[in-house]
């Protein structure tokens, strides 16, 4: 059984591109969620998401960023026109259940702003 | 409101050293507890929980018991290992996967 899925593991961008990432949940789970790492700092919530819905996007910033999770396929984070201080881990996790206790989390994606 | 305070690192010690890392919570009920491990280049791993008050997780020679009365849950193990080295992060929650708080970590480096 596959765990949580992500790519790519490593992402450079200019300022003022777009970048996406991706996670595949893994099998048998249907909640997803993206948590962000800065540099020196602990995780923090981002978007929690089911298929086709989003549940809880209190911690996304305003502007920019966007999450999905489409019926088909892996979730996707987006964050539209990259600044500098976008270069974070960005670590997605599934569970079968929206519970603490079964989350597993995926190896992340570095992204770099240049 | 809720919030996570763990010991600032890096913390060096010598292979099979006594290992420390306090964790202390704020919440205003009784969340679950965890520990969870980051290797480099890797993402988080569950190292261990605890879901109630005394209660004592365990795992890989780690333990932490979570203590209601001091609201903190240390990690602890006898004797360390090179393997060892990586950031550890305490966390809490309610039950909620979309509300877990973490610390801001500690590097932990072994020497041999």
């Known amino acids: 059984n596959a765990g949580v899925m992500q790519n790519p593991r490593h992402l450079v961008r200019r300022r003022g591109q777009e970048a996406r990432l991706r996670c595949s949940p893994m099998?048998?789970?249907?909640?997803v969620y993206w948590y962000r790492q800065l540099p020196e700092e602990g995780l923090k919530f981002m978007v929690y998401?089911?298929?086709?819905?989003?549940?809880?996007e209190s911690g996304m910033p305003k502007e920019r960023f966007s999450a999905e999770f489409p019926k088909e396929g892996p979730s996707i984070l987006r964050i539209q026109q990259v600044v500098r201080g976008d270069s974070a881990a960005y670590f997605c996790?599934?569970?079968?259940?929206?519970?603490?206790?079964?989350?597993?989390f995926g190896e992340g994606s570095w992204l770099t702003v240049v | 409101g809720d919030s996570v305070t763990q010991m600032e690192g890096p913390v060096t010690l010598s292979e099979e050293a006594f290992l420390t890392i306090n964790c202390t919570y704020t919440?205003?009920?009784?969340?679950?507890l965890f520990w969870y491990v980051q290797y480099p280049g890797e993402g988080l791993q569950l190292l261990l929980k605890?879901?109630?008050?005394?209660d004592k997780g365990s795992n890989k020679g780690f333990e932490a018991t979570y203590r209601k009365e001091t609201t903190s849950f240390h990690l602890e193990k006898g004797s360390v290992q090179v393997s060892d080295s990586a950031v550890y992060f305490c966390?809490?929650?309610?039950?909620?996967?979309?509300?877990?708080?973490f610390g801001s970590g500690t590097r932990l480096s072994i020497r041999p």
């Open positions: 919440a205003t009920g009784y969340p679950s």
């Open positions: 605890a879901t109630k008050a005394d």
């Open positions: 966390a809490q929650t309610y039950s909620s996967a979309s509300k877990i708080i």
């Open positions: 099998k048998g789970h249907s909640h």
């Open positions: 998401l089911q298929k086709e819905n989003i549940i809880d």
């Open positions: 996790a599934s569970s079968p259940e929206n519970s603490g206790n079964t989350i597993y």
